[in-house]
């Protein structure tokens, strides 16, 4: 017997975000590769079109080629300039000025950190530069703490998009609470990237199936032992994730509901 | 040629001057279009770099896209 796979049921539409449309979910950070090979690979096998980058000083020793335009296209990939290690909206709004000079859009991903050991958000931080840098005619993508409030506010300051996080930067832990973010994400009608935190495949899915437009991750893939391979995974994750939230899935229930017939058995 | 001082990139530092921001880039064999520069907290624009020359004292800071998530 021949079988056929039968078309794929697409259910997605793209995901637009200020304005600009994009075919895939999932959007990956350029750091903390072993090697550069390891993050072009994992970029590829990843399917992405947004890649994440960082701004820093020139090494002006020159001991290595440390830019990372060295290594990727930006013809091929959608880059969007982070703000990280920014401890103030004054640094975070400087930051994002440098990146749009580089020439590339005038999209940022905005971080405003408030504490050293567990990287969460300031969220004051954080509204303060999303109003100023909307008004400079920036697209903020707003990393933020999984908290409805911060999140509205962010909304309404301007922000193209929000950005919650599902646990702590690097921490792999995982979706920590999927009803806020699942709550986040009915009421926000800019879209909402899960960013931060996930670990593996199953952190991925899941996430997806809150509802959510997107994932942002950097370190399970770097420090994945085959980065390019969780990277696949991380795709079909995703993919699976949401073609799973826009099925709908069926009811929870405490008691068995049998799938046979209960007539027709035998006396 | 002689010598000026300068900050560069937050460390005190002797560059050759008279001379214009490009001329700094060139100097440190930098491509200006893949570096951005900024003077004295000011970013300078790239067609400006050019036109813009270096004062002693002046601070100078030259940033670029690294890896980051």
Known sequence: MTTTLAPEPTLDTPLVIGGRSFRSRLMVGTGKYRTNADMVHSIEASGAEIVTVAVRRVDLDRTKEEGVLHHLSPEQYFLLANTAGCYSADEAIRYARLAREAGFNDFVKLEVIGDRETLLPDGEGLLTATRELVRDGFKVLAYTNDDLITALRLQDAGAAAVMPLASPIGSGLGLLNPYSIRTIKRRLSVPVIVDAGVGTASDACLTMEQGVDGILMNTALAEAREPAAMAYAMRLAVDAGRAAFLAGRMPRREVAMPSSPVRGMLE | ?69
């Open chain 2, 1 to 69: 040629m002689s010598e000026m001082a300068i900050v560069l990139n937050g460390e005190p530092r002797r560059v050759p001057g008279p001379a214009t921001l490009l001329d700094l880039l060139g100097h440190l064999q930098l491509d200006p279009r893949t570096v951005v520069v900024e003077l004295n907290r000011e970013i300078v624009r790239r067609p400006l770099l050019a036109a813009t020359p270096l004062s002693p004292g002046d601070s100078v800071e030259l940033v670029h896209f690294v890896g980051g998530g």
